[in-house]
Nanobody, 121 residues
Framework: QVQLVESGGGLVQPGGSLRLSCTAS????????MGWYRQAPGKERELVAT???????NYADSVKGRFTISRDNAKNMVYLQMNSLKPEDTAVYYC???????????????WGKGTLVTVSS
């Protein structure tokens, strides 16, 4: 079994900051890409940022310059530092990882259950 658990969501005022964390645990051989997606009320899930095992990053245009994704390969963790938050950043944020399980043959996508970020005054 593989589990992803997010933490760090909450209520923040516009212009504020939050840091999300996600830990992957279980029977893991290799973690390839990791990332964050979000889903706002009434909207489809969208990419926020991804980071490869070699630390190459990719961001949605809407968060470039404000959000920073990072990872700790030794701890199987991925982070999302969110600065200059806007009301339109309000969403449930989901952690994502592309993982090869121990004794597995192909890597699979795994998702966390999500953490709510609310940006409001």
């Amino acid at each position: 079994q593989v589990q992803l658990v997010e933490s760090g969501g909450g209520l923040v005022q516009p212009g504020g900051s939050l840091r999300l964390s996600c830990t992957a645990s279980g029977s893991i051989d290799t973690i390839n890409n990791m990332g964050w997606y979000r889903q706002a009320p009434g909207k489809e899930r969208e990419l926020v940022a991804t980071i490869s095992k070699s630390f190459s990053t990719n961001y949605a245009d809407s968060v470039k310059g404000r959000f920073t994704i990072s990872r700790d390969n030794a701890k199987n963790m991925v982070y999302l530092q969110m600065n200059s938050l806007k009301p339109e950043d309000t969403a449930v944020y989901y952690c994502y990882s592309h993982i090869l399980r121990r004794y597995g043959f192909v890597p699979l996508d795994y998702w966390g259950k999500g953490t709510l970020v609310t940006v409001s005054s």
